[in-house]
């Protein structure tokens, strides 16, 4: 898959797929699916390293994951985020943080929010690293939007939001994350643009859909949001399976003699 996929996809009307992706084993068993493309999202830092929200990111974080998932992914099309600030400083050090995550191995990179950053995306894009965007509950700004909330629920949020999509898509983003809108808007929106968006609580009329690798298969017991589908009860089948090993041992089940070398 390229850039270019993702545009002939939303013409055909053929829904897009992503997942989240934050390690080498992960990165193994996604390629083995249909799955369309993966993120190495900033959300790693909770995932993975227990933070309490995606403020805690960095592109050195950003950067090892992403390397560790292009190890695994073959030739899977992977995004990577741009973490928290680490597009908001000079030219030259927002390019640098972008050039850390494409030398990384990923294939395009995707910041949140377009105002302030429409003339970077010009500028990464024109520079041959494709950009994807990213509105509505966007995490780095959590705490001038005052919390977790839904975004774009008022007329004058909602056509400021489509605007900016627009705004994107002008500068050069080859698609769009619409994350925590309500789904009359994202329907808009993804009508209005020639570019796909990818939704994330944003109704079923997005051209796609993303999901947290772990809330789809079931291991953030604790973390369960509206918009949010687990496919399968993966705590449940791996805390059993640790359970068997345990009683397995000290039972004397295991090891057998089928996992004994020989004389």
Known sequence: MNIFDFTLMKQRNEKITMITCYDYTSARMLTGTPVDCLLVGDSVAMTMHGYKDTLSATIEMIALHTSAVCRGAGDKFIIADLPFLSYRKSLSENVTAAQMLMQAGAKAVKLENAAGNLELIRHLTESGIPVMGHLGLTMQLMHTLGGLKVQGKNQQAAER???????????????????????????????????????????????????????????????????????????????????????????????????????
């Open 161 to 263: 939001m489509k605007q900016d999509a627009l705004a994107l898509q002008e500068a050069g983003c080859f698609a769009v994350v619409l994350e925590c809108i309500p789904n009359a808007l994202a329907t808009d929106i993804t009508q209005s643009l020639l570019i796909p968006t990818i939704g994330i609580g944003a109704g079923p009329h997005t051209d796609g859909q993303v999901l947290v690798y772990q809330d789809l298969l079931g291991f953030n017991i604790d973390f369960k949001p509206k918009f949010v589908k687990s496919f399968h009860d993966g705590y449940a089948h791996v805390t059993n399976s640790i359970d068997e090993y345990v009683k397995a041992v000290r039972t004397g089940g295991f090891p057998s003699d089928e996992h004994c070398y020989k004389s």
